[in-house]
């Protein structure tokens, strides 16, 4: 299995405040994603980065901002948390992206706003 | 309209059954790839198989299969003889195109709870 940890696993934090989450893997894979789940929807994308500094939006990056300094590491940023943005939060990477590379997940950070 | 149905919320099978998780999905690509991933109640996300759009035989993974049926775009994941610890959530998800922003990224479908009974 890819080394993949995300910290912290577990926030609890106020509406308004910024927040950080933080995916490492040890891979060394080129893409990099983070995602969000919620009950009812399925896994939704909200950043992506295919390399050191390059990074691009998924389906639901509203509120989201990302980046890739390094390529083992990947923020993701709440500028300002809303309660809309409690949820379970997974970070993946892959090798490649097309093709039948499968993403690894990291084990997820439960977020709530409260 | 959703690219990954998962009509199926709840499914029971009996130990030591067959059970098939249905997945459609809805894509113009001629070039995709379809994905099967297993999320037990500890919460991480477990890839299980893969098929791709050209591959022409099903793909089989241990006791996974994958029922792929390109006319009708259905990837129906197919578990052999159960086991308790397939209890879980199993969700389809579909990478289009080869390059571009649709091949970086997974659209996943709102999950099957799978329930094994002994």
């Known amino acids: 299995d890819a080394g993949i940890t995300q910290s912290p696993r577990h926030k609890v934090t106020e509406t308004g405040t910024p927040v950080t989450l933080r995916c490492h893997q040890t891979e060394n894979h080129r893409y990099m994603y983070w995602y969000r789940q919620d009950p009812g929807h399925g896994l939704r994308l909200i950043h992506y980065s295919y390399g050191v500094k390059d990074t691009d939006k998924g389906e639901v990056s509203d509120g989201y901002s990302v980046s890739r300094s390094k390529t083992e590491d990947f923020l993701l940023t709440l500028e300002s948390a809303t309660s809309s943005q409690t949820s379970v939060y997974f970070c993946?990477?892959?090798?490649?992206?097309?093709?039948?590379?499968?993403?690894?997940f990291g084990p997820g950070t439960r977020l709530t706003v409260t | 309209a959703q690219k990954i149905t998962q009509t199926q919320p709840g499914m029971f099978v009996q130990e030591k059954e067959a059970v098939t998780l249905d997945c459609t999905y809805d894509?113009?690509?001629?070039?995709?790839?379809l994905f099967w991933y297993k999320q037990p109640s500890s919460g991480e996300m477990i890839f299980l198989i893969y098929?791709?759009?050209?591959?022409?035989q099903n793909a089989t993974e241990g006791r996974y299969s994958l029922n792929f049926q390109k006319a009708r775009k259905s990837a129906n994941l197919v578990i052999s003889a159960s086991q308790r610890g397939d209890s879980a959530m199993y969700f389809c998800a579909m990478r289009e195109g080869l390059s571009g922003a649709g091949s970086y990224q997974l659209t996943f479908g709102k999950g099957t709870k799978l329930s094994v009974i002994p």
């Open positions: 098929q791709g759009s050209y591959d022409e």
């Open positions: 993946a990477s892959s090798l490649e992206a097309g093709g039948p590379y499968e993403q690894y």
């Open positions: 894509t113009s690509d001629q070039s995709y790839g």
